[in-house]
């Protein structure tokens, strides 16, 4: 048990949604990047972008979204085939009961994705989430044409940093923060918080958490805080 914890932060791809995959090549993950791709029918565009990603070719996450994202509009992505690709992933088996009971013991919560904002405010709307950053949100104008794009740096470091400016704005030390994740991305901030939970993790992340769950219920979290 942790009692000094106060927040409880979330990745959101594959922890409080469930995606429908998993990815075991370096440096990606199973993320709701790839289900907006099969929407927009630019999949095999996406991978390419993500090889290349992987290779070394793009210095920082915010270039391959620009990449990606632009690629989505050249294919005249619409607000209704986004929105319905988010709005079909499910939440992940015991994600209401695990944030519902979270909130009942007094804790904050928060979601760090380098995922949509659109997937994020639905967490928010939907788990009750206190806090969410996330990494794009697309701009589509009134006839549903995808327009722009914003994007902040949450991957790797990006995500620690964004950890950071959330505590601090609470007054909260990093050892008074959890975090449940997946992914290899979740590594800086697995490093610096208090509790550091790997849920259905990738094994390069495994070995900076102190809670390992293999299981696909986010109630399991519920016994190590």
Known sequence: MHPKIKIVFFDMDGVLFDVGYFEHRQNVGASSWKLVAEAAGTLEGEEKLKQRWINGEMKHFIEWMNETVKLYGRHNLTKDRFEGALNAIP????????????????????????????????????LGIDYIVAACDLVFDQKGRLIDWIFFPCDYEGKAKFFEAIIAGLHIKPEEAAMVCDGVNDIPIAKECGLAIAFNARQELKEHCGVIIEKKDLREILKHL
């Open 91 to 126: 939440l992940m088996p015991g994600a209401k009961e695990a944030v519902a009971e979270l909130k009942r013991r007094g804790y904050i919560t928060a979601v760090i994705t380098g995922s949509f904002h659109h997937l994020a405010k639905r967490a928010k709307l939907e």
